[in-house]
Each structure stands twice: as structure tokens, then as C-alpha cells.
């Protein structure tokens, strides 16, 4: 059974969080989207990463977050027990969030990123399992 995925963006983060939920529901996953249904006015991007994470961690989801930068978006989702937030860049980014940090949010900058490499990343994210061991030490630090 594959894991249930939410998104959330701001107003700069809207095309490709729309054109990632496209991307997983054709994947098969179930999906939540937060918002917002367009890019017509601007959107909190420290709303919807708290609304975000906070979803993420109480139904134990995988968390997608974007806005213009992933920047800000970031420092909200990573605001929240238990949320880790990885804004990433490259599927090395992607794969090292999850191996080495169960990172439970993938987070995009929406004016960085093309649609063809989010996806690329987000594979790799979904695809890869937290190696735990010598890791778990530094995971439990953050979440005291």
C-alpha cells in the first residue's frame, strides 16, 4: 500500500505543487491538497507550512511544500515536533534527506525548480527508506 502524500504551496509554489499532485495521483498515491486551488492572490507560505506539517506528522504522511524559494516555506514545516523538512535541489539532496534524515517533507523552490527534476527528486525521495542506525541518535536529538 503506498504512503498518503500532502501538499501545500503559497501562491508562487501553486503550478508545480499542481503539476507534482498530477504526477503522484497517476503514481497512485493518495493524495491531500491544502491549497491553494490557484495562484490568483498571494497565499502565506508560513500558513501552509505549518498546516503542512502539522497534517504530516498527526496522520504519520509524507509532506510536499512549495513556494517561491522552498526557503520559507522550509523554516515553517521544520517549526513543528517531528516535522523534517528538506528543501532540495538535486535527487542527491533527495536521497540523502531520506537515508540519513527521515525527512518526512520534500520541499521545492517553485520559481527554481522545472517540473521534469521535481519529479526526478521526488521519485528518489519516495523511493528511498531511512538507514537508521548511527542516524537514529541525531533524529531522536532533534524531536526532544
Do not use: W
Amino acid at each position: 500500500m503506498k504512503k498518503k502524500i500532502i501538499l501545500a504551496s503559497d501562491h508562487a509554489g501553486f503550478e508545480l505543487k499542481d503539476e507534482l499532485r498530477k504526477y503522484a495521483e497517476e503514481k497512485g498515491y493518495e493524495i491531500e491538497d491544502l491549497g491553494p486551488k490557484n495562484d490568483e492572490k498571494p497565499v502565506s507560505y508560513a500558513e501552509q507550512g505549518l498546516k503542512l506539517s502539522n497534517k504530516v506528522v498527526s496522520e504519520g504522511a509524507i509532506g510536499i511544500g512549495i513556494c517561491g524559494t522552498g526557503l520559507g516555506i522550509s523554516y515553517a514545516v521544520n517549526r513543528v515536533k517531528h516535522a523534517r523538512g528538506a528543501r532540495v535541489t538535486s535527487i542527491e539532496d533527495a536521497h540523502l534527506s531520506r537515508q540519513h534524515n527521515d525527512a518526512n517533507v520534500i520541499i521545492f523552490g517553485g520559481r527554481q525548480v522545472k517540473p521534469s527534476d521535481a519529479k526526478k527528486m521526488l521519485d528518489e525521495f519516495l523511493n528511498t527508506e531511512f538507514e537508521g542506525g548511527r542516524h537514529q541518535s541525531r533524529i531522536d536529538a532533534l524531536d526532544k
